[in-house]
Nanobody
């Protein structure tokens, strides 16, 4: 059974950096894609960054390209989302998600989810 546990959210001021962590357990993720989604109040859940655990080019939403970086630590079975130059519009609950195979942008393609971590960026 796949378990994903996010951490690292918080309340920060605009312009600062924050790193989210997603500790993954329950199986080997070598054939999995890992994604970071976010959902702001009244909005749909959107994929902001994703990568295949085995490597390859990551995906970034246009709204975070150049500011966010997704990475992994194989030894710790952990995926990170480094968020720089945060903006108030980045405020959302951030979720880690996993799916077997390649990267897909739609949330319904992911079958394992973490509980979410709140990120609030004040202006």
């Amino acid at each position: 059974q796949v378990q994903l546990v996010e951490s690292g959210g918080g309340l920060v001021q605009a312009g600062v950096s924050l790193r989210l962590s997603c500790a993954a357990s329950g199986r080997s993720f070598s054939n999995y894609a890992m994604g970071w989604f976010r959902q702001a109040p009244g909005k749909e859940r959107e994929l902001v960054a994703a990568m295949r655990w085995s490597g390859g080019s990551p995906y970034y939403a246009d709204s975070v390209k150049g500011r966010f970086t997704i990475s992994r630590d194989n030894a710790k079975n952990t995926v990170y989302l480094e968020m720089n130059s945060l903006k108030p519009e980045d405020t959302a609950v951030y979720y880690c998600a996993a799916r077997r195979g390649g990267i897909f942008k739609g949330q319904y393609n992911y079958d394992s989810w973490g509980q979410g971590t709140q990120v609030t960026v004040s202006s």
